[in-house]
């Protein structure tokens, strides 16, 4: 009798254990790592998703943001994520070629106008379905952030696509910007980040391309006498994840995470668009560098020279999709 008991006890008690182990268990742990400071667009983003997910998903899921690449440079955590070390992250566009060559449409010169015409590709058919072109790698592109358009800044200056012959530019590593400069007769040098000041500094190289939040917070303005705003490519970023942690996600988890993101990614391109104003005139107001801005028909020579890349790269991006991009310029019009 009192065995019998004891057994039944013992039952319901361990069905009390079983059902109570969810609860029981620590949230769901995201790391976010990136590259850059607190303070950029990025990094306001990255802490304004924590933020939100603590709001309203209370502890279900608790979001660790990694800056300044305390984790994993960007050359590194694509990896890292497929192995689970890392759950999200927002490499620049230009660090998935291993993954995809779609996606090199976004370093193609003069491609878009302006960032209300990259907001009108990205929001539409062709820019949300590019989300999905890592898809086959196990990855996931969750969203686009902005970080803006690129400037030219060189040693002497630039006005037109002869005067930037026989310069070395610094890149990232993409083979559609070292096309971009060798149909200008430049020498397109692939190097970290990090070491672009020195490289400046030293004149181990005479220029680079970048945003002016970019040319602003490191520096570079202070080591460049000429930037031309020549507004000729983009630099964006593509939040993303694993397939596996993302698919294995509770569906009610994964839609807060969702809504969060779509958020934190339009507060960050605010602040982005923000920075892009208020850095080029700090630029301006430095005395350090001299803006050189473009007549129509000077910028028509740099278009001109630099616009048979898209051609070269037709066969592996596809026509449909460049021609969809050029497109949103005039959809706006």
Aim: charged letters at 25%; zero cysteines.
């Amino acid at each position: 009798m009192f065995g019998k008991l004891t057994t039944t006890l013992t039952a319901i008690g361990l069905s009390a254990l079983l059902l109570a182990a969810p609860a029981l268990a620590g949230p769901i742990v995201i790391k976010f790592s990136h590259v850059v400071a607190e303070n950029t667009p990025k990094g306001q983003m990255a802490n304004k998703f924590r933020d939100l997910v603590k709001e309203r998903l209370g502890d279900k899921v608790l979001v660790e943001v990694y800056p300044n690449s305390q984790l994993f440079g960007d050359n590194k955590v694509l990896e890292a994520m497929l192995l689970g070390d890392v759950q999200m992250a927002a490499p620049s566009l230009s660090k998935f070629s291993r993954y995809t060559r779609k996606l090199q449409l976004y370093d193609l010169p003069f491609l878009f106008e302006n960032m209300d015409a990259v907001d009108r590709f990205q929001h539409g058919p062709y820019g949300q379905k590019l989300l999905q072109s890592v898809s086959s790698k196990g990855l996931i592109g969750l969203g686009y952030l902005h970080n803006g358009l690129k400037q030219l800044s060189a040693s002497k200056p630039l006005r037109v696509p002869a005067d930037a012959r026989g310069l070395k530019f610094r890149i990232m590593s993409s083979d559609v910007l070292a096309a971009q400069f060798k149909a200008l007769g430049a020498t397109p040098l692939k190097k970290p980040f990090s070491e672009v000041f020195t490289l400046l500094q030293t004149r181990a190289i005479d220029g680079q391309e970048n945003t002016w939040s970019n040319i602003y917070s490191k520096k570079f303005y202070e080591v460049q006498p000429y930037i031309t705003e020549s507004n000729h490519g983009l630099l964006d970023y593509m939040v993303v994840t694993s397939a596996e942690f993302w698919n294995g996600l509770p569906a009610d988890v994964r839609s807060g995470l969702e809504s969060a993101l779509r958020e934190a990614i339009a507060f960050g391109n605010q602040v982005a668009a923000d920075k892009a104003k208020s850095d080029k005139q700090k630029i301006i107001d430095s005395r350090r560098s001299e803006i050189i801005e473009l007549t129509p028909a000077e910028r028509a020579q740099w278009v001109e020279v630099m616009k048979p890349v898209w051609k070269q790269f037709e066969g592996e991006i596809g026509k449909e999709l460049i021609d969809a991009a050029y497109g949103a310029n005039q959809a706006g019009k």
